[in-house]
């Protein structure tokens, strides 16, 4: 169906950005609306889908395993795309979604409601969807009470942006820990003093979450993070990125005592055992440690440098602390945090695959893809938006994400 191009606006890429909702955990809030669509409608199956580059993400979903799967394949691309409702009584009656992978594959799908969700400067973000094995009637009240649930949706993502504390851990929330940052980086390099960050991760939290369930994938969340209170000094900043990552700023901290602050942290974190009923857990963490660099006096550039040290200590087998030495900045340049719609286009043009570019500069970037293996090292990459492409080579892979340097 021929919607990618407009599904590919900055402006709603440029919203999902301010928002920062993309790949944070499950919140009580939006999975209340989803269970409400669920017993309204009487449907197994329904979502809060946000679409990136390269994939529709569900920031709920209650009936589905997967929290993510490609765009190409999303019924959400419609609304999204289009900012109208979209409703499929009966897929296999309907020639534009009856060979979808979803109908045809699982979750088998036959009826599909799905609504726009904007953000408050009226650009569509998402969507709210209610999903059916069978073919069902769909009224014009049933829309109405689906749009009216989408509506609690957007106040949710606003109360996002205001909120400053994170409901689970009680941190600070990545947004507040940025503001909070850039205050404490501009007095670092007015009054010439050092500053060093800490960015770390919990080791296999996917396996907790599978294993033993999201409850005690929160207990270990709330966990760490009051050993962290207990450890750090008043005077430091810890935030919660996102997910199973955090981050702290150590104000009048030079490189070598913020590597002793966070073998601190991750020995304590490795020492705790987390108890939720039955259920007994330990965890360990890596860590980054990077120092503000004159060249370089901003959060994000002080945060990609913690980021990729903390990548190195995953690399080198978790449960470590790595000091940010910076190679890979010199090799690919990465500057600034983005949020665009990218295609790597190779075999001559001939073949393409749709990307989300996440850090980008003069030298290189950061993508994200939904199957790695797929994608071949040299390609050139493509940005519409940004009428931009160039030629790339792969010098890194994590996970889904892809480091390129620009030929």
């Known amino acids: 169906m021929p919607y990618f191009d407009q599904l590919d606006s900055d402006r709603r890429l440029s919203e999902l950005d301010r928002y920062d909702v993309l790949g944070t955990p ?52 419609v609304p999204t795309a289009t900012g109208e409702p979209l409703v499929v009584r009966d897929t296999l009656a309907d020639p534009h979604f009856r060979d979808n ?13 799905g609504v726009p969700i904007r953000s408050a400067r009226n650009v569509v973000v998402g969507t709210l969807c209610a999903m059916d094995v069978v073919p069902r009637p769909f009224e014009a009240r049933d829309l109405d009470l689906l749009c009216d649930l989408a509506r609690l ?37 007015r009054h010439r003093y050092d500053l060093s960050c800490i960015v770390f991760d919990i080791d296999h939290f996917k396996v907790v979450n599978d294993e033993k369930g999201h409850a005690t994938g929160d207990a270990v969340l709330r966990e760490i993070a009051r050993t962290a209170r207990e450890t750090l000094r008043r005077s430091d900043l810890i935030g919660r990125l996102g997910g199973e990552e955090f981050a702290i700023l150590l104000p009048h901290t030079g490189p070598a005592d913020a590597l002793n602050v966070a073998e601190k942290l991750r020995a304590a974190i490795a020492a705790r055992t987390v108890r939720l009923g039955d259920d007994a857990v330990r965890v360990t963490a890596s860590f980054g440690v990077a120092q503000l660099a004159p060249a370089r006096p901003d959060v994000d550039g002080l945060l ?21 030495e910076g190679e890979r900045e010199e090799r690919t340049g990465l500057s600034r945090r983005v949020l665009k719609a990218g295609k790597i286009v190779f075999n001559l043009g001939r073949s393409s695959i749709d990307c989300t570019v996440k850090r980008m500069s003069e030298g290189g970037a950061r993508l994200d893809v939904e199957s790695p ?16 492409s160039r030629k790339c080579t792969i010098v890194d892979q994590r996970d889904r994400q892809l480091e390129v340097v620009f030929r």
């Open 26 to 77: 499950a919140e009580e809030a939006f999975d209340r609306v989803t269970r409400l669509v669920c017993r309204l409608f009487n449907v197994p199956m329904s979502t809060v889908t946000f679409i990136d580059g390269h994939r529709q993400w569900f920031k709920s979903r209650q009936g589905l395993d997967a929290c993510e799967t490609a765009r190409d394949m999303a019924f959400c691309r």
């Open 101 to 113: 992978r979803l109908v045809t594959g699982e979750p088998f799908l036959r009826f599909y409601a």
């Open 153 to 189: 949706v957007e106040t949710e993502l606003e109360l996002r942006v205001q909120a400053s504390t994170d409901g689970l851990t009680q941190l600070l929330t990545r947004r507040a820990f940025v503001e909070e940052a850039e205050r404490a980086i501009a007095l670092a390099t």
């Open 304 to 324: 990609d440098h913690a980021d990729q040290a903390m990548y190195q200590a995953k690399n080198r087998g978790r449960d470590c602390c790595i000091m940010w």
């Open 373 to 388: 293996s797929s994608v071949p090292r040299e390609f050139k990459l493509s940005i519409t938006a940004d009428a931009f």
